[in-house]
């Protein structure tokens, strides 16, 4: 069992007070067994930690250190990460229940693509000088102050290096809170940054549940919440922020469709939906989880969503040959449940899973399930279910294709598939979302990620990811003062 007792405070591990000194169990989603414990921090705790986090960058030897020298120490905490990236994976394969097959080349992938985001910090000049008809100017970019960094459960250690490895490049200080269902992987991204050498109180380190989470959104200390998750939490989060006018940046749930049009490759539609639908048990924001198809083709389409669902091999996702393993936690199962029990009510047609799968009596697991000749009027449709469910939708002629895909209160991703580079550029151009692509499901960590409508506010990922944790400052300079900001 991985236990741990303390928390990174200040650049010391130190226990929470003790008032708050009952530890949180970290459950195994496919034994249902505790695999670890984590410190619950109380208010106090998160006081503690904002306040080391806004002494670290008010004292400005962080952020005053520059770009150059603060990546050099980041790229010494990767090379640590790196090492221990089999060790990592197991981690996650314990608190999440990602398949083992997958965990080996998804958190390498992170640590490659958190040193592509620090290779994007030193490509942004710190400082700008322009002509302008009042004289010349300089826009300058600074950090945004102290950043309250919280990630979701679903992409435990690479959404934790996209949100912290920026904000401490550009020289944000921070308080980093993982999910309480997946915690275990924290300790050693702390680890690696203290090791590494990053000013104490630069990066600190609390775990708990969403009263530790509440706590720190709501301190006065925090500039900024980068906040993954529900959009539920988020408006929450957007609505404490306002009251102080703190920044947000929220990445937040989808119901992103995928447009089937009547020259699609099966082949490809079948790769996206058993990459962008059911991998990771359907518990990705921007899963691919409404597929629209053309009336006429109903039948066939249904049979390549079920042929894909059926494709997986549901078991211990540390067995190499699963590849697909249980949801998170019994609670989540019991929600997508829910959503299965609605979607049979609202008189959509279940044609495979929807339940337990026979050999597997304990875990949280489910069998992928995909509904057909449904409409998106069903909360099936409508809502976020974060589960591997597919609702396949008719459509008419393209015109209705494109009023159904964004007939929805996210904006999150999207997909088309077609032969046709004329109709694949419109429906691209039409549908109003953050992301989309062409005959695939691509998460492309070089490019900015995020949502548009209730799917959340700013990107990750990408120079505009890097940005995002920028203020800008405008210097009106004369003449004489100007070579000093080049």
Not at 67 to 76: G, I, M, P, S, Y
Not at 104 to 112: D, E, F, N, Q
Not at 461 to 468: C, F, T, V
């Amino acid at each position: 069992m991985f236990t741990h007792d303390t928390l990174l405070i200040g650049g010391e591990w130190t226990k929470p007070q003790a008032n708050r000194s009952s530890p949180l169990s970290v459950v195994s989603p496919a034994t249902e067994a505790v695999v670890g414990q984590v410190p619950d921090a109380g208010e106090g705790t998160v006081d503690a930690a904002v306040t080391a986090a806004r002494t670290a960058f008010d004292s400005g030897r962080w952020r005053r250190l520059g770009t150059q020298k603060r990546a050099a120490v980041l790229e010494r905490a990767l090379d640590l990460l790196d090492a221990r990236t089999d060790e990592i994976a197991r981690l996650v394969t314990a608190e999440m229940g990602l398949p083992a097959v997958f965990a080996a080349r998804k958190i390498p992938g992170a640590v490659s693509a958190a040193r592509h985001l620090l290779h994007l910090a030193r490509s942004l000049p710190e400082s700008e000088v322009r002509d302008t008809p009042f004289g010349p100017t300089a826009v300058l970019r600074e950090p945004v102050g102290v950043v309250a960094a919280i990630a979701p459960w679903n992409g435990p250690f690479n959404m934790a290096l996209a949100k912290v490895i920026p904000a401490l490049a550009t020289g944000c200080t921070l308080v980093y809170k993982p999910a309480p269902e997946t915690p275990l992987d924290a300790f050693l991204l702390a680890e690696a940054l203290h090791e590494a050498g990053v000013e104490h109180g630069a990066f600190n380190l609390v775990t708990g549940g969403r009263e530790t989470g509440r706590a720190l959104v709501a301190h006065a200390g925090v500039d900024k919440v980068s906040f993954t998750g529900s959009t539920e939490a988020g408006r929450e989060i957007a609505r404490v922020c306002a009251g102080r006018l703190a920044r947000v940046q929220l990445e937040l749930g989808g119901k992103s469709a995928a447009i089937v049009l009547d020259d699609a490759d099966p082949a490809k539609v079948g790769r996206a939906l058993a990459a962008g639908l059911f991998a990771n048990t359907g518990q990705t924001c921007s899963a691919l989880s409404r597929i629209l198809v053309p009336a006429a083709r109903l039948d066939e389409w249904t049979d390549v969503a079920v042929a894909t669902a059926e494709s997986f091999v549901i078991g211990d996702p540390a067995d190499p040959a699963t590849t697909l393993g249980p949801l998170v936690s019994r609670a989540q199962r019991d929600r997508v449940l829910g959503y299965i029990d609605a979607g049979r009510a609202d008189g959509a047609t279940l044609v495979t899973g929807g339940d337990a799968p026979a050999h597997l009596p304990r875990g949280f697991y489910l069998r992928p399930a995909v509904f057909t000749r449904a409409d998106n009027t069903m909360r099936i449709a409508r809502e976020e279910i974060f589960g591997p469910v597919a609702t396949v939708i008719p459509y008419r002629d393209l015109d209705e294709a494109l009023t159904i895909a964004d007939d929805s209160p996210y904006g999150l991703h999207g997909a088309v598939f077609t032969e046709n580079p004329e109709r694949a550029t419109r429906v691209a151009r039409t549908v109003r979302t953050g992301t989309f692509s062409v005959n695939s499901f691509t998460h492309n960590t070089h490019a900015p990620f995020g949502g548009v409508k209730q799917s959340g506010i700013g990107r990750e990922l990408g120079p505009e990811g890097i940005d995002s944790f920028h203020e800008l400052k405008t210097v009106n300079l004369t003449p004489e003062t100007a070579p000093h900001f080049d």
